[in-house]
């Protein structure tokens, strides 16, 4: 009995593994004296980006075509990766602010 | 256009090159300060004067981002001042663009519709674009407090997002 009881949980433990996909992670993104720190992330579909703006200014995340996440001063804002690609991003009022975004399936 | 142009350009070439130039040395800090708040209440006005003429949506989106950001530095560059126990000084500079905005804005003020948008916008264009020159060649050099320094190497940056906003803006009126 003793001897069966690990390796019924591993077996659990196993599947459990298998089944539940990796845990989805939240990515932070710096915004200060008007600058995306880091600039480059890398993610997964289903992480989510959050933006913590400690500028006195209201920002953007703009991406290209696509999704746009506003910023208020000193606040910040999410975005939840729902696709996989390669994404450049700016801010709308100040296009000189660049980042990107490498989702991986 | 180009006739339009001048005055602003005529007042930030003073700035620039002229009076400092000639005297052979470089503005204060407490000058510094005054120009470059009094470069930014310009921009608040202008904006104000598009908000309330203008119909183009990207045109106000623009304006109300201009009023906002230079709020908010003018601000910021208020409590560094009293901090620093400076009370910034007028001087000619600070005359010469005010005395050019105000031209800029009776000339604006005879346009409407379109022909307002894009000469506001232009003039956004190269209004950011001289505040750049001067912030890189001159009132960032001659800054000798070190916070002053920054927030005015924070304010080009911001400076040169507005000019680069601008002439997306330029681009979509065309």
Partial sequence: ?105 | MTIRLTTAAAAIALLLGGNWALAGDKPTDPQIAHIAYTAGVIDVEAAKQAIATSKNKAVLEFAESMVRDHESVNEQALDLVKKLNVTPEDNDTSKALSQAAEAKRSELAKLTGADFDRAYVENEVAYHKQVNGALETLLIPSAQNAELKSLLETGLKLFQGHQQHAEHVATELK
Avoid at chain 1, 37 to 42: G, L, S, V
Avoid at chain 1, 77 to 90: A, V
Wanted: hydrophobic share 45%.
């Fill in chain 1, 1 to 105: 009995m003793n001897a069966v009881r690990p390796a019924f949980l591993a077996l659990l433990l196993g599947t459990a593994a298998i089944a539940v996909p990796a845990q989805a992670e939240t990515i932070e993104v710096t915004i200060d004296r008007l600058a995306y720190a880091p600039a480059e992330i890398e993610a997964k579909v289903g992480d989510e980006v959050e933006w913590i703006n400690k500028d006195a200014l209201v920002h953007t995340a703009t991406v290209t075509g696509g999704a746009e996440v506003l910023l208020p001063a000193k606040k910040s804002g999410r975005l939840l990766l729902q696709e996989p690609g390669s994404f450049d991003y700016i801010c709308r009022y100040h296009p000189n602010m660049r980042g990107h975004i490498t989702v991986r399936p």
